[in-house]
């Protein structure tokens, strides 16, 4: 019997990732129900795939690097809290690799559906916070930005990008109904995108656009329905330009476009800006080979900022062995997701969703921190989970009930 059998450990599941956009405490909601689904499904017999091993150990020298900096760092308490998150998010990692891998299809509608109900929450909290729909919200908004229930409005656009292209995704197959339900959805975070007004996140956003487009329009061997999706990404783009119009129409979002439009930024230049604060980084990082220690960075001890940037980040805090360690984990991430959906037959235009936006992160953290997102990692284990069960196989007990859902709907829709 497989963890993904009982309906008690999917509503577990579903229910870590339908909370995971409240995160305003730490540790949240989300994070206690992730650590007690961990120790129930292990508690339960779920087994680590065979083919996850390289991964594995990289993202574990990671850790221990971590160790290694933490026991020399100057402020104890942040680096063994930073540190703490850092196992959990690898913990997070395997959890889901490991219950996805069992039933990729069951197991990944199942997540989907929650990281939408996560999705709407954010949108919905954002949109009722920078309108004042229930009054000023200092908690949702932030310099004018939404931030939801994040603590900065730069996780909080990143977060929804996925549910917008989970739906972009699911208009390929969807009926005349679904159409507009997904086309709704899609517009929805999109909105909800542009209200964070963060330019990472909208890097974010037309990479992982992007990036599925080419990628589905190599993979779908259907005619029809490679049509249906350059009539989708037309639509899409038309319906973006329109969307951004109206809303730089009002006054009110005009001037924040305005603003955040900048190439640069206040906060980009000077003695203490963030590309001098960088550029001190990289110095660093050739004479620390071990490391300052998790969480150490924003310290007065050493650069009282945030380095901006992921793989400074991992290499100026976990030094040169754990920073190299992540970055080939995700190097790793994408050569084997890239090889699974070119090889994989009949591959799912969710796979490459998932895909799409771990580059899109990727491709935004040459500008943010990305190394404690919960969605991140969600991502990553979304791409991990699929591809070691075709490697392994199993991913053909479910393919020919792919290719007749795909059948019934292309007849059901006529493939309009």
């Known amino acids: 019997m497989h963890i993904s059998d009982s309906k008690f450990n999917m509503r577990l599941a579903w229910l870590v990732i339908a909370v995971s956009s409240i995160v305003f405490i730490e540790p949240s909601m989300s994070d206690v129900l992730c650590i007690g689904a961990l120790a129930a499904f292990f508690a339960q017999g779920m087994r680590i795939p065979k083919g996850a091993g390289t991964a594995g150990i990289l993202l574990l020298v990671y850790l221990l690097a971590n160790v290694l900096s933490a026991s020399m760092a100057p402020e104890p308490a942040t680096a063994f809290r930073a540190l703490s998150i850092r196992f959990y998010m690898a913990a997070a990692w395997l959890l889901f690799t490991c219950l996805i891998y069992e039933n990729p299809r069951k197991v990944l509608a199942s997540v989907w559906s929650a990281y939408t109900v996560a999705a709407l929450i954010a949108v919905t909290a954002g949109i009722v916070g920078y309108y004042e729909i229930i009054g000023p919200s200092h908690q949702l908004i932030e310099n004018g930005r939404v931030r939801a229930f994040f603590k900065d409005p730069n996780v909080y656009g990143p977060f929804i990008v996925p549910v917008a292209m989970y739906a972009l995704a699911r208009l390929e197959t969807a009926n005349r109904r679904q159409i507009w339900a997904f086309s709704a959805l899609f517009a929805y975070c999109a909105f909800g995108i542009l209200l964070g007004f963060s330019r990472g996140s909208w890097i974010n956003f037309a990479v992982a656009m992007s990036l599925f487009m080419i990628v589905r329009l190599a993979t779908q061997r259907q005619g029809l329905l490679r049509q249906r999706m350059l009539r989708i990404t037309a639509a899409a783009l038309i319906g973006g330009a329109v969307l951004i119009a109206g809303l730089a129409s009002t006054d009110k979002v005009q001037a924040m476009l305005d603003q955040r439009l900048k190439v640069v930024q206040y906060y980009d230049m000077g003695e203490h800006g963030r590309l001098t604060n960088q550029l001190a980084i990289v110095k660093a990082v050739v004479v620390t080979p071990l490391g300052i220690g998790p969480g150490q960075s924003e310290q007065k001890y050493f650069f009282d900022m945030a380095p901006h940037n992921l793989y400074l980040h991992v290499l100026i805090e976990s030094g040169w062995i754990g920073g190299l360690a992540f970055i080939f984990f995700a190097a790793l991430t994408l050569w ?53 069960a075709w490697e392994n196989g199993l991913a053909q007990r479910h393919s020919q009930a792919y290719q007749a859902a795909v059948s019934r709907h292309t007849r059901a829709d006529g493939v309009a």
Do not use: K
């Not at 235009?349 to 500008?367: K, R, T």
């Open 336 to 388: 084997r997701g890239r090889r699974f959906l070119h090889r994989s037959a009949n591959v799912d235009a969710i796979h490459i969703a998932s895909y799409a936006c771990v580059v899109g992160v990727l491709a935004q953290s040459f500008f943010v921190d990305s190394t404690h997102w919960r969605h991140f990692f969600l991502l990553i284990a979304m791409v991990w989970g699929p591809l070691l």
